[in-house]
């Protein structure tokens, strides 16, 4: 019974519906299933290891120093970027010059980055939310978010795409108006 | 020479970064819906992304390009230890509303990811103009959707009461920012293709009367 | 193709029989100011309509004239006494942001009406969900004194109704314009599913969702109060009717439509079991909506199949036909 509601909170917290973030990655990940999987895979990982240095930043940084809060944020998202690109070099040599630039486009990522900070911000707020595996959490469910906001757009795309659609909304201003739509529909359960 | 004209405006409409490339999108669409907010981010994106990329345009072009990437995301981070100093100083109000949305211009796509295409390979001094009018045409939409998302959700201008009869308070909310950025980017587009269209139409006019 | 147009208009045709027999209901509950906020609804729905072609560079045909009934469709789930302005503004998002921004008719996306109601629900909220009593007669352009609340709002907090079968039949209760007249919805209901105008699998769907849900899980004490009170509240059998089992956006094959319509039969009755919400089902529809193209994607990659394969079965019949032959 429960399940619908959890549904209907899980879209109303999604940082893309509600918040607006990544959306252009979102964009370049409803284009094919292939983008949608790489894309979605290397955002969920980003978020998860993110939000876990995150809470390393958020549990070690002096009261008053916030302004060097996104400058250790992006230290710690290279240091994850790099240690990815390495992996993926030895693990998969063959898919390596395919599977970078999934990698490329979820490092420095608004969906990634707003995850961070959404998370910080709620700690800071609620101090029960301030261990480890709350922050790990809220990252993995970040990335979730974000594949069902890709398979919300992905089921449409090729309609906001097609010929039918004028050529001055076509993609980009088509799929801004349906992700609008959907999200003024979970707004308006929430 | 007047192709070369052209090129550095890009920004500001042929090539507008938010309505022609949707780049930096999600403070539009979310903070973009009062005037306060909109001036408070045109100050914070202006500056931060103008010292980032002029900055990051240092950065050798013989390192890997996952290095380069890194390094523009942490010069930009680094610029906005002090941008948000000030900021606190001259929007103490804004800041808090702005909220996440304020670190999040600092690793735009525009100086992270797009520098490289769009300024990296031009000169310095023509890439500082092109520059300067692609952060005018982003601060020139975010004002343009502020005003009248202002006007039509709360009835106000920078604030202050306007007379509007029936106020659509969902063009305030994330979701209308969606909708109101979906709808202005499909105008600029129609605006765009009837210029080339019309221009075209008269390159060809030309051509008769030359011949 | 030609059938298929006609097919079009006349399915529109019997649509529009079913909603001007509502919007008479509703002039005999409410008077002349039902009349107006249909006709504004028409009007600004048929102007926008002509204008965003023009713009797209596309000619106005008769088909084009389904925005009537939907833009009918919208008059009807609002209250009567709505600003007209608020009507006239619903009917703009209607047929612009919400149809011919994705290409018009050709390249439905969102009903229209469900995607518009739900603007108005979170814009206009205060004005949306407070209704005239029924038989306050309204002029032209007056205003009532009192509004009230929905009777689905008494319904969803209390799990009771105020008001005796008949008059919940004949829609005798506060609540928008003419989606309360059950018993004429349920004769539209079915003159329209046995005309094949709408998709029975859907509107089957959706009601038996409803009704099961209700039955297991009951708003109030009594279960056959609950089945009964949260089929015709909410705005569950008109929905049911006008929005879920529209053709245009549910899909084709009527065991999918079921299903389709099921879930967001459930979806709403949870959510208002849960959170008394005001009519969620149109919230639902709009956003089941991208299930709704995914299956109808899944629907034409069967059909290719399947056309594939008697394409292959007809190569093969005159082959093996050939071979018989010459064992023969």
């Known amino acids: ?140 469910e970040a990335g979730l978010g974000f594949i069902a906001a890709a398979l919300i757009l992905t089921a449409a795309y090729r309609r906001l795409n097609s010929s039918k659609v004028p050529q001055s909304f076509r993609g980009g201003p088509a799929m801004l108006i349906y992700i609008g739509i959907i999200s003024m529909a979970v707004w308006s359960l929430k | 020479m007047n192709e070369r004209k052209g090129s550095v405006f890009d920004g500001i409409a042929a090539d507008n970064p938010v309505l022609s490339g949707l780049m930096v999108i999600s403070p539009v669409i979310i903070c973009g819906d009062t005037i306060k907010n909109a001036q408070a981010l045109i100050w914070a994106f202006s500056v931060i992304t103008f010292l980032s990329v002029l900055i990051s345009s240092f950065v050798p072009k013989e390192l890997p390009y996952t290095l380069r990437v890194m390094t523009c995301a942490l010069i930009s981070s680094t610029i906005y230890v002090p941008v948000r100093a000030a900021a606190e100083e001259v929007y103490p109000d804004a800041i808090a509303r702005i909220g996440i949305y304020f670190p999040l211009l600092a690793v735009n796509s525009l100086i992270v990811f797009q520098s490289e295409t769009r300024f990296f390979r031009m000169g310095r001094l023509r890439m500082t103009a092109s520059l300067f009018f692609y952060i005018l045409g982003f601060d020139l939409v975010m004002l343009i959707t502020a005003v009248i998302r202002e006007l039509l959700a709360y009835g106000t201008i920078n604030s202050r009461i306007a007379d509007v009869d029936v106020l659509i308070s969902g063009l305030g909310e994330p979701f209308g920012g969606f909708i109101f950025l979906g709808l202005m980017c499909g105008l600029y587009r129609k605006l765009r293709i009837s210029l080339k269209s019309s221009r075209s139409a008269e390159k060809g006019d030309m051509n008769v009367s030359g011949k | 193709m030609l059938k298929k147009a006609k097919k079009e208009r006349l399915i529109w045709l019997d649509i529009m029989i079913t909603l001007l027999s509502l919007e008479l209901m509703a002039y005999f509950y409410y008077g002349m100011r039902a009349v ?64 011919n921004v994705f290409g018009g008719r050709r390249n439905m996306i969102f009903a229209p009406a469900a995607a518009a109601y739900v603007f108005a629900l979170t814009s206009w909220s205060r004005e949306v969900l407070m209704y005239p009593e029924p038989h306050t007669k309204l002029g032209l352009f007056e205003k009532p004194d009192v509004l009230v609340h929905s009777a689905s709002h008494a319904f969803n907090i209390t799990g009771k109704l105020r008001y005796t079968d008949l008059e919940i039949l004949m829609g005798n209760f506060s609540g928008p314009a003419g989606s309360a007249s059950v018993l004429l919805l349920l004769i539209s209901a079915l003159m329209l599913i046995f005309r094949g105008d709408i998709s029975a699998g859907a509107f089957l769907g959706s009601l038996l969702g409803t009704g099961l849900t209700a039955y297991l899980s009951p708003v109030g004490y009594s279960r056959v109060d609950s089945l009964g009170y949260s089929v015709v509240t909410n705005m569950v059998l008109f929905a049911s009717v006008y929005i879920i089992a529209d053709r245009r956006i549910a899909p084709r094959r009527n065991i999918f439509a079921f299903y ?25 529809a709009v956003l089941f909506t991208p299930a709704a193209l995914a299956i109808r994607s899944l629907e034409r990659k069967i059909d290719s199949e399947l056309e594939a394969e008697k394409k292959k079965e007809l190569e093969k019949a005159p082959a093996d036909g050939e071979e018989a032959e010459l064992h023969e």
């Open chain 3, 36 to 99: 107006a906020s249909a006709c504004t609804c028409m009007a600004v729905s048929f102007a926008a309509e002509f204008i965003s072609l023009r713009l797209m560079g596309k000619k106005f045909t008769a088909d084009d004239l389904t925005c009537i009934s939907d833009a009918l469709i919208i008059s009807l789930m609002l209250p009567v006494s709505i600003d007209l302005r608020i009507a006239g503004y619903t009917c703009l998002f209607a047929v612009v942001v919400t149809k």
């Open chain 1, 1 to 140: 019974m429960y399940l619908v509601n959890d549904i209907i909170a899980f879209l109303a917290a999604n940082l893309i519906l509600s918040q607006a973030l990544g959306t252009s990655s979102l964009f370049i990940a409803a284009q094919s299933r292939k983008n949608l999987t790489g894309i979605a895979f290397c955002i969920m990982l980003f978020t998860t290891f993110g939000t876990g240095c995150a809470y390393i930043v958020d549990s070690v940084l002096p009261f008053g120093a916030s302004e060097f809060r996104l400058l250790l944020y992006t230290a710690a998202v290279s240091v994850f970027y790099i240690l990815l690109l390495v992996l993926l070099y030895f693990a998969r040599p063959g898919d390596y010059a395919q599977l970078r630039k999934y990698v490329h486009l979820s490092a420095f990522n608004c969906a990634v980055m707003g995850t961070l900070f959404t998370m910080s911000g709620k700690a800071e707020e609620d101090s029960s939310l301030m261990s480890f595996g709350e922050y790990v959490r809220f990252g993995f």
């Open chain 3, 260 to 284: 389709y319509g099921f879930l967001i039969a459930v979806t709403a009755y949870i959510l208002t079991l849960t959170t008394a919400k005001e009519n969620p089902i149109i919230a639902a």
